[in-house]
């Protein structure tokens, strides 16, 4: 009989207060995994803007979303000129819906003659002309899932439109997109002049930072943005999820050790006698410690596997809802698994070790004293 | 013996001297001015009406507590000045306690096995002793029954295994029959003196039975924390 034969043997031994607790680890990484599986997912697809063209950086308003981000073609010119700019394309965004299967259809206005420069590539069809009201072109997989072709119509906002073209992002956020041409999309929304991003390119051999520097100190009502964290940083909205996200973190820790540790305390004074056997069998309070936490290690690797096959099993469910289909493209990164782990062993230390350190005090005379 | 240990020079493997011990912050006096040796190998039993101190006495012999004043040597250790009394429970002292407190989770090896963890034994020496104490102690073959599969005689001899499992040099038993019938306290008895002889342990037994103190080389009688009588004592 080795230690963690006993360990395992003891855990085993007492089946159901094991399954209560590992439960209890499981809902606190249920809770953590979907959480960061949901937050980190819409993130992700939101921040599928930043690769709808091929740019260093973009721009928007200050303060604002980046979906929500109100510019206008001043800017833009402005932005062109600052040293290290080559080139910058504006770009208006809206978002809508096409059916059931489309609940979140995103459209970008844009000028034709800004479709290539953008790094778009068009694989059938052609490009609209500037000023057509009724002409859209469709992203590949929009164009796959619908099975469209350029002469085919698609109804957008209750508006019949023809499909000229077929356009090729090489992201999954843009190819699922329709463009419009920009000055007939800016009536439609009222907009004139007015546009959401700026996708812009730096000359070659400057560094990117700067130009991003010299733009945001070129209005205090821009600002540039690069990656995924500044993405999140720039949006209120997603810091707001992002701080939601890692509350209920910390009280899913906090509850799940609550109830971890209500169990091995109901646990512990089932064992006093058996902890006072040993302990005068010549066992060392360290030894003692080390065999309650070994079975609460046991009972949170079990909980931490339910918790992760429950949570990827409830951001199936979310992603499958009518109304996030599309928007919830789950996204596993290697982080949450290292996220549900560190949380069942928050849960679990933080539970076990009061119950633990109760036990190791116990005196054995005393202990065998109790029924 | 006591008169063999007189002889022989022999060093005690216990020896208490004045030993006072009290509770409630002096209110309860349980043992006062406690004074005996036991020989090595000696066969000592302690009697006495309830709340006379065999317990405190018992406790403070296994070090699982310490006396308020006077010396108490046990194999050698000052047990009011162990470093790791844990160490001297596992080592050098064998528990038996009335109700055998097995743990009923685990079978007679695993009971006996428990004993030894902490030692420098490896898993496979560990199986093997406690294997060897089953078959010592007359249960072959019943290795893997759980207590609740074993009579009540049996579960003491798992005890007794247990208790020598790291070949202590003093066995400690409060009322080792106490729950049991006639048969089986016969038994323990027979073995507990085949272990004195075989496993060259010395015995102190807490009983009121009066068997218990037939089979002791001694008997020593407390009454409110004092020895009253220690038969055999020049």
Same mark, same amino acid.
């Given at each position: 009989?080795?230690?963690?034969?006993?360990?395992?043997?003891?855990?085993?031994?007492?089946?159901?207060?094991?399954?209560?607790?590992?439960?209890?680890?499981?809902?606190?990484?249920?809770?953590?995994?979907?959480?960061?599986?949901?937050?980190?997912?819409?993130?992700?697809?939101?921040?599928?803007?930043?690769?709808?063209?091929?740019?260093?950086?973009?721009?928007?308003?200050?303060?604002?979303?980046?979906?929500?981000?109100?510019?206008?073609?001043?800017?833009?010119?402005?932005?062109?000129?600052?040293?290290?700019?080559?080139?910058?394309?504006?770009?208006?965004?809206?978002?809508?819906?096409?059916?059931?299967?489309?609940p979140l259809l995103i459209q970008i206005g844009v000028r034709p003659e800004d479709v290539r420069p953008m790094g778009v590539r068009i694989s059938a069809g052609q490009e609209f002309d500037?000023?057509?009201?009724?002409?859209?072109?469709?992203?590949?997989?929009?164009?796959?899932?619908?099975?469209?072709?350029?002469?085919?119509?698609?109804?957008?906002?209750?508006?019949?439109?023809?499909?000229?073209?077929?356009?090729?992002?090489?992201?999954?956020?843009?190819?699922?997109?329709?463009?419009?041409?920009?000055?007939?999309?800016?009536?439609?929304?009222?907009?004139?002049?007015?546009?959401?991003?700026?996708?812009?390119?730096?000359?070659?051999?400057?560094?990117?930072?700067?130009?991003?520097?010299?733009?945001?100190?070129?209005?205090?009502?821009?600002?540039?943005?690069?990656?995924?964290?500044?993405?999140?940083?720039?949006?209120?909205?997603?810091?707001?999820?992002?701080?939601?996200?890692?509350?209920?973190?910390?009280?899913?820790?906090g509850i799940g050790a609550l109830v971890v540790m209500n169990t091995m305390l109901l646990s512990l004074v089932e064992r006093y006698r058996e902890f006072g056997v040993i302990r005068a069998?010549?066992?060392?309070?360290?030894?003692?410690?080390?065999?309650?936490?070994?079975?609460?290690?046991?009972?949170?690797?079990?909980?931490?596997?339910?918790?992760?096959?429950?949570?990827?099993?409830?951001?199936?469910?979310?992603?499958?809802?009518?109304?996030?289909?599309?928007?919830?493209?789950?996204?596993?990164?290697?982080?949450?698994?290292?996220?549900?782990?560190?949380?069942?062993?928050?849960?679990?230390?933080?539970?076990?070790?009061?119950?633990?350190?109760?036990?190791?005090?116990?005196?054995?005379?005393?202990?065998?004293?109790?029924? | 013996?006591?008169?063999?240990?007189?002889?022989?020079?022999?060093?005690?493997?216990?020896?208490?001297?004045?030993?006072?011990?009290?509770?409630?912050?002096?209110?309860?006096?349980?043992?006062?001015?406690?004074?005996?040796?036991?020989?090595?190998?000696?066969?000592?039993?302690?009697?006495?009406?309830?709340?006379?101190?065999?317990?405190?006495?018992?406790?403070?012999?296994?070090?699982?507590?310490?006396?308020?004043?006077?010396?108490?040597?046990?194999?050698?250790?000052?047990?009011?000045?162990?470093?790791?009394?844990?160490?001297?429970?596992?080592?050098? @002292? +064998? =528990?038996?306690?009335?109700? *055998?407190?097995?743990? &009923?989770? /685990?079978?007679?090896?695993?009971?006996?096995?428990? %004993?030894?963890?902490?030692?420098?034994?490896?898993?496979?020496?560990?199986?093997?002793?406690?294997?060897?104490?089953?078959?010592? @102690? +007359? =249960?072959?073959?019943?290795? *893997?029954?759980?207590? &609740?599969? /074993?009579?009540?005689?049996?579960?003491?001899?798992? %005890?007794?295994?247990?208790?020598?499992?790291?070949r202590p040099s003093v066995l400690i038993a409060d009322e080792p029959t106490g729950s049991l019938d006639t048969g089986s306290r016969r038994l323990v008895l027979q073995l507990l003196e085949?272990?004195?002889?075989?496993?060259?342990?010395?015995?102190?037994?807490?009983?009121?039975?009066?068997?218990?103190?037939?089979?002791?080389?001694?008997?020593?009688?407390?009454?409110?924390?004092?020895?009253?009588?220690?038969?055999?004592?020049?």
């Amino acid at each position: 009989m080795s230690f963690a034969w006993l360990v395992l043997h003891n855990v085993w031994a007492k089946k159901v207060r094991s399954m209560l607790t590992a439960l209890a680890v499981a809902v606190g990484v249920l809770t953590v995994v979907s959480l960061g599986v949901v937050t980190d997912s819409i993130r992700t697809t939101a921040s599928g803007v930043l690769e709808l063209a091929e740019a260093e950086f973009v721009v928007a308003q200050e303060g604002i979303g980046v979906l929500d981000s109100a510019l206008t073609e001043t800017q833009l010119d402005m932005v062109r000129e600052l040293p290290g700019v080559d080139n910058a394309v504006g770009v208006l965004l809206n978002t809508s819906e096409l059916g059931d299967d489309y609940p979140l259809l995103i459209q970008i206005g844009v000028r034709p003659e800004d479709v290539r420069p953008m790094g778009v590539r068009i694989s059938a069809g052609q490009e609209f002309d500037a000023d057509a009201e009724d002409e859209v072109m469709v992203g590949i997989r929009l164009a796959q899932d619908l099975e469209l072709t350029p002469g085919d119509s698609l109804e957008i906002d209750g508006e019949q439109r023809t499909v000229v073209g077929v356009f090729n992002t090489g992201s999954e956020f843009g190819d699922g997109a329709v463009m419009f041409p920009l000055v007939s999309f800016q009536a439609e929304q009222m907009v004139p002049a007015g546009l959401s991003l700026f996708f812009v390119q730096t000359s070659g051999g400057v560094a990117v930072s700067e130009v991003q520097q010299t733009v945001e100190e070129s209005s205090p009502l821009l600002t540039a943005i690069r990656d995924l964290v500044e993405f999140g940083q720039s949006d209120p909205g997603f810091e707001l999820i992002t701080a939601i996200d890692q509350a209920a973190m910390i009280i899913a820790i906090g509850i799940g050790a609550l109830v971890v540790m209500n169990t091995m305390l109901l646990s512990l004074v089932e064992r006093y006698r058996e902890f006072g056997v040993i302990r005068a069998l010549g066992w060392s309070r360290r030894r003692l410690v080390g065999l309650v936490l070994g079975e609460a290690m046991v009972i949170a690797s079990v909980g931490a596997g339910v918790g992760v096959g429950l949570g990827f099993l409830t951001v199936w469910i979310l992603s499958n809802l009518p109304d996030l289909l599309g928007v919830l493209e789950p996204i596993y990164e290697p982080w949450i698994f290292g996220r549900a782990l560190i949380t069942a062993i928050a849960v679990t230390v933080l539970g076990v070790m009061y119950p633990a350190l109760r036990a190791a005090r116990l005196s054995p005379q005393e202990a065998m004293r109790r029924e | 013996m006591s008169d063999q240990l007189a002889d022989d020079g022999a060093e005690p493997v216990i020896e208490a001297v004045e030993v006072r011990k009290t509770f409630n912050h002096g209110a309860v006096v349980a043992l006062d001015g406690v004074t005996f040796e036991v020989a090595p190998q000696e066969h000592v039993a302690i009697t006495g009406p309830s709340g006379c101190g065999k317990s405190t006495l018992l406790h403070l012999l296994a070090a699982l507590d310490v006396p308020d004043s006077g010396t108490l040597r046990v194999a050698g250790e000052d047990v009011a000045r162990l470093e790791r009394p844990n160490e001297f429970r596992r080592e050098r @002292v +064998g =528990l038996v306690f009335q109700m *055998h407190n097995l743990l &009923p989770h /685990l079978d007679a090896l695993g009971n006996v096995g428990i %004993a030894m963890f902490g030692t420098s034994m490896g898993r496979r020496e560990r199986t093997e002793r406690a294997q060897e104490l089953l078959d010592l @102690v +007359g =249960l072959d073959g019943l290795g *893997h029954r759980r207590p &609740p599969e /074993l009579s009540g005689g049996e579960r003491q001899r798992v %005890a007794l295994a247990r208790a020598l499992a790291n070949r202590p040099s003093v066995l400690i038993a409060d009322e080792p029959t106490g729950s049991l019938d006639t048969g089986s306290r016969r038994l323990v008895l027979q073995l507990l003196e085949r272990l004195r002889v075989e496993e060259g342990v010395t015995l102190v037994v807490v009983s009121h039975d009066e068997r218990v103190l037939d089979a002791a080389d001694r008997v020593i009688h407390l009454r409110d924390g004092r020895v009253v009588d220690d038969e055999g004592e020049d």
